[in-house]
């Protein structure tokens, strides 16, 4: 029967989940040096195959992550990762294990956070019409120093509660991703609450979820 990935944690660390995606039971066992999460997916077209049908699945989905982060430090697959059978779950698996068990390994008991900033004059300009490449550059080197602004800020105001932080830029936002230790939550919260508002600038704070951001090593993201 086909089954659908939810996510690897480190082995011996089974969490019970009632129900997952399309109310399949959500299945567990230790495979290559993990601990692997998974639902037979009876039929997927009609779980799958519509755009409504795949937001419900991914929803219910990130609600499994969600229950296992609560207990343990998940993985996650890609969403959806369907499989044909059970039986080819260890093949699957078998091309990243050792990535897999070096991320687990690495970032032990942590889950991530997220960041986002959005700046109130970014939000109102046109970036669709044509500039210069004076005021282009001007621009850029503005953003850029609204930012670096906002990570020295983030870094030093939770210092003792993150153990790495790593950012993206998008068209219009800036993300920080923050991995923090399992304990040291409730003080990483509180110590952004304490830094206080930043002019200009509207940042808003996400998590915990499964720390995605941190499986590949940093020298290794391309």
Known sequence: MPCLLYCVTQPNQTVNV???????????????????????????????GTAESLKKAALQFHQVLREILAAATPIPFRFPTL??????????????????????????????????????????????????????????????????????KLKSVTTDSVREWRARQERK???????????SRDRFVASLRSAGPSEGVRLRLSGPRPPAEFVTPRDEQG
Not at 19 to 31: D, P
Not at 145 to 152: L, M, N, Q, Y
């Open 18 to 48: 009632a129900s997952g995606v399309c109310e399949g039971a959500v299945q567990s066992r230790e495979m290559l040096g993990v601990q692997v999460y998974w639902s037979e997916i009876a039929d997927p077209e009609e779980c799958l």
């Open 83 to 152: 499989l044909e059978s059970e039986e080819g779950m260890e093949q699957h698996l078998a091309a990243e294990q050792e990535l897999y068990r070096a991320a687990l390994e690495r970032i032990g008991d942590a889950v991530q956070y997220e960041v986002v900033g959005s700046w109130a004059a970014d939000e109102q300009a046109d970036l669709a019409t044509p500039v210069s490449g004076r005021e282009y550059l001007k621009r850029r080197s503005q953003a850029t120093e609204r930012i670096a602004a906002i990570d020295s």
């Open 173 to 183: 936002n800036h993300r920080w991703f923050a991995l923090v230790p399992r304990e």
